[in-house]
């Protein structure tokens, strides 16, 4: 079969490898319907270092069961599926708290002998847990909205979850990606009252205030946090919702939040120190949070809003390109002319 | 009047100060009935540049109302009163929101002209917010519990609180100082089951014990957090309550930590910045919070459990210096005599 893998920073190669078997009895095999390019892949597409190994790439799919392991329960061959952007047995302690991207039988697409979702097909590790089904045609106009369930929309879903936004707050959104964007739409979803949105993206700030932005913020570092202060009249944000994963992105956040208020992160953090003490976050009573959302967590929940059509995240993709033109999508994700690249097999 | 000031690190001097006075219709003069020596003194008292300027030291009392300023509404002359340790008018839109250690009218004792509590008399700004009546009599058994809700006991319920610490988790308390066992006994009230507590004192991890550490570990470093992982079943603690302030108690934090668990500091960090990337906070989804206790949110809660009888957490105290010693107070807790030194004018 055909499957995407990176060599390097800017080198994506799609090559002929054996289509994947059952390792595990709880293993599935899935034939990719719908995959996609994740802003998470453009940190390795700036930065990996050549090597002769390729990194298999993807994790989010849409697909359908070719072969289910003998100890899989709950999806049968034909099924069409959706799948969460890490593997989990759904049933560990940790998954049981509402973590599963912590799961103690979990993993991570690419890795660990597991390839990647922008790909013919995958081997599904804990299929049990990792693969929802939904009952739609592969055809199905809804295709782009469910596959925001495998990571983007769910990201965005849990920056909001986890800050507890509520009715009445403000809420400040850092970043005009997909996530970013996506994270406008839960905070929507939750309740808030006005969320400002920081991004300089015209084309997507505009659909951010269709998803409910109140404001929208150009400036950034500290004219962007001048203008957010400005606008909440020098209290701050009681949330900020961090879609980047960039130091200077967390340091607006703890830049305009309020006291007592929550910063949450979704954005892979490509730093491992950053202030937390007095000055940024003790001395205001902050909260910081967020990480990989687990998915699996949020995704029977919000599965009706997409099938009944009160949300529709898939409006994200702007791009279509079929597996053998992926290096496409992510250079045209690079260079921003596009938000969010489907990859149609 | 006799008040205490810091010249330096290790010089702590009593001197005759005029009388504090009335500077807003909101002041209130108070005479000091007990105060004491915080943790968070020993911070300057270790590493206060020498200067020929004092800072006025002490921000926890109990006292007597002598003069209240002419807009004073809800204390009067001769009223007993607990302070609380920074100022708020308890009105504004953070005190509202339960966050009074950011009140816009508010602030700390021994700056801007504001004097310390480690005197016979200060000046309380915003009264109305910051002194709570107390209906007992100045020499009654109950001043050392009724001390530790200026600061101490509710330092370690806010870590608690924060922490949203709930019946049947784990909570590993870092610190066997004043705060960290009075973290242990606020953890204990709020139901969590298993209490690990990290110090290496005996005659305060035995007051530990008794108010609730079901565990303790004096092991510290990569050794501490080894027997907390063990302890845990290699699954890490729910809660993490730290109650130090040095970087090595939060890196502690960090590593015992189970998925999607909460760090609470309450020790005030002397470190700016710190590990909070995908290896430390991102990839387990931690929470990170704390702050300075805003005690006037939870004193009127936790008042009647101190006036009848349900918790002491004035056995913190293990020494009395009158106002002319309490140099000797510091030097005690300095070399970990004592835990905690009462300071009686």
Redesign the interface.
Known sequence: MRATFMYGAGDVRVEEVPDPTIQAPTDAIVRVVRACVCGSDLHPYHGMQASSEGAPMGHEFLGVVEDPGSDVRTVRKGDFVIGTFAFQDNTC??CR???Q??CVNGGWYGAGGVGGAQAEALRVPQADGSLIRVPVSVDSDLLPSLLTLSDVYLTGYHAAH?ARVRAGQTVTVIGDGAVGLSAVLAARQRGAERIILMGRHRSRTDLGREWGATDVVPERGEEGLARVMELTGG?GSHVVLEAVGHRPAYETAHGVL???GVIS?VG??Q??????????????????????A?VRAYIDQVLPDVLEGRIDPGRVFDMTVDLEHVADGYRAMDSRESLKALVAP
């Open positions: 302690e940790f708290e509402g973590f991207t912590s986890m209290k309020r006291p007592g992160r892979v953090p730093y491992e120190e950053a202030p937390i003490g007095f000055g940024s976050l003790f001395g205001r009573n902050a909260t910081l949070n967020g990480g990989p687990p």
